[in-house]
């Protein structure tokens, strides 16, 4: 029995070391099952429980870890980044340059050049608003009431009080001025 044990654990001692000597291809090399198969840039694969702080190329280096900017981490949020495949982890984009966990917002200088050209589009359609409104006004100044004079009526007899009294007399309206002057009369030459 002792000779078995022995036997089984020199298995073993040679298994583990061609594994670590020769390195491994996939996560089912590696002895243990919670082991992964790590794929450093500068050196040959091992199996380890973690991949995390080693070179890499890519995610397929890093076992069940992420590659970001060549070395495997658990989550590659807050790192840099050009592209959304530089951030390896799940949900994780590239946004403005630094891996972000979650939905990409508008960047900050996309929102002010919104709300300025939404304040712009604003201010221009009162500009216009006021300058047809004043325009309008000036043109026409509206009704302008003045006084009319009362015509004083000489009452001298009986006969013009009489018919004053009366409902005939209807006063027209204001004459009408105009801006030009009438035409000359015309008067015929003088033999």
Request: hydrophobic residues 30%.
């Amino acid at each position: 029995m002792k000779v078995q044990i022995l036997f089984v654990l020199a298995l073993f001692a040679v298994f583990y070391g061609q594994t670590q000597v020769q390195g491994c291809y996939s996560d089912s090399d590696c002895f243990s099952s919670f082991e992964k198969c790590c794929k450093p840039r500068w050196s040959s694969n091992e199996c380890a429980y973690s991949c995390a702080g080693k070179s890499c190329n890519s995610n397929t280096d890093c076992g069940s870890e992420y590659c970001c900017n060549n070395v495997c981490r658990g989550s590659c949020s807050g790192y840099s980044c050009i592209l959304d495949s530089d951030c390896g982890g799940y949900n994780e984009y590239c946004c403005n340059y630094t891996c972000k966990t979650g939905t990409c917002g508008l960047a900050s200088w996309i929102v002010a050049v919104i709300v300025l050209c939404i304040l712009g589009g604003v201010a221009t359609i009162v500009g216009i608003v006021l300058c047809v409104y004043c325009s309008n006004r000036r043109r026409s100044p509206g009704l302008v009431v003045t006084a009319v004079p009362v015509a004083t009526v000489p009452t001298t007899s009986m006969s013009m009080v009489a018919s004053l009294s009366h409902d005939n007399y209807v006063q027209g309206p204001p004459p009408v001025y105009q801006d030009y002057q009438p035409p000359p009369v015309y008067q015929p030459p003088q033999p």
